[in-house]
């Protein structure tokens, strides 16, 4: 046979065509990344950091919820062993998150896979997840993606840094909301109808409860399992295509 094509066989314009299309889709979200990024690194100076220590960590971090955690926990003298704890609670939901992602990674090798992980923050999850939906997800369109998130992110953080000095109070000027707003906006944007509003409403209720009785970040983790063990149970209650549906017999 001729002319066959697989996902290695992908022509160079081809895949500039979909990194190109996952960096349009993060284009939208950059705007807010913007924002709190540039707070981020406004905070960071403030509580003692240098630009070149703003960029290290937003390099090797990459993580806005745990580096606003940081930053918050941030003292002299340092106290390494709370802000790994509360780091490692905030990022618990990660492995929920990547957990989603197992299907969408599994023709992928390995080693580009746990690599392509690294960068996947929340908003590159939500919009990879969307992609998916719509079809069309590849690892070029995750590069994209990822990769136009992660330089807006280390530059932004660094234009904070340099500007920290002129703006004494971000809260000031209600850029302490924006982190909550950008992850209101990817939500809507994941709803697809009233089937999620189950799981939508334990991950709220359990992480509101949780928040409020237990101190810390739990609440973060408790919210995000609640909500996915609530999508889990109502899946499994789903009646599933039968036998004869899927034409009989058995695949292996």
Same mark, same amino acid.
């Given at each position: 046979m001729t002319g066959s094509t697989t996902p290695s066989a992908a022509s160079p314009d081809s895949v500039r065509a979909q990194m190109l299309a996952g960096a349009g889709q993060a284009l939208p979200v950059v705007a807010g990344v913007a924002v709190y990024g540039t707070v981020w690194g406004t905070l960071a100076v403030q509580a003692g950091l240098s630009p070149l220590e703003v960029v290290l960590m937003s390099g090797l971090v990459f993580s806005g919820a745990a580096q606003f955690v940081a930053i918050d926990l941030w003292s002299s003298p340092l106290a390494v062993g709370t802000i790994a704890f509360a780091t490692l609670l905030v990022g618990l939901r990660h492995v929920l998150m990547s957990a989603s992602m197992e299907a969408v990674m599994r023709g992928i090798p390995p080693r580009r896979a746990y690599g392509a992980l690294f960068f996947m923050v929340?908003?590159?999850? /939500? #919009?990879?997840? %969307?992609? &998916?939906?719509?079809?069309?997800?590849?690892?070029?369109?995750?590069?994209?993606?990822?990769? =136009?998130?992660?330089?807006?992110?280390?530059?932004?953080?660094?234009?904070? /840094? #340099?500007?920290? %000095?002129? &703006?004494?109070?971000?809260?000031?000027?209600?850029?302490?909301?924006?982190?909550?707003?950008? =992850?209101?906006?990817?939500?809507?944007?994941l709803w697809q109808g009233k089937r999620d509003l189950p799981s939508w409403a334990a991950s709220a209720l359990a992480a509101v409860a949780c928040h409020h009785w237990v101190p810390g970040n739990w609440y973060?983790?408790?919210?995000?399992?609640?909500?996915?063990?609530?999508?889990?149970?109502?899946?499994?209650?789903?009646?599933?295509?039968?036998?004869?549906?899927?034409?009989?017999?058995h695949a292996d």
């Open positions: 929340d908003e590159a999850w /939500a #919009l990879s997840l %969307r992609r &998916v939906g719509q079809g069309g997800f590849t690892i070029a369109f995750y590069a994209g993606l990822c990769g =136009f998130l992660y330089v807006s992110w280390l530059t932004t953080t660094l234009v904070g /840094a #340099l500007l920290g %000095r002129l &703006v004494a109070d971000p809260a000031r000027y209600g850029f302490d909301v924006v982190f909550t707003a950008i =992850f209101v906006v990817l939500i809507v944007g973060i983790f408790v919210g995000g399992a609640a909500g996915m063990l609530t999508a889990i149970l109502l899946w499994s209650e789903e009646p599933q295509p039968s036998d004869s549906q899927n034409g009989g017999g």
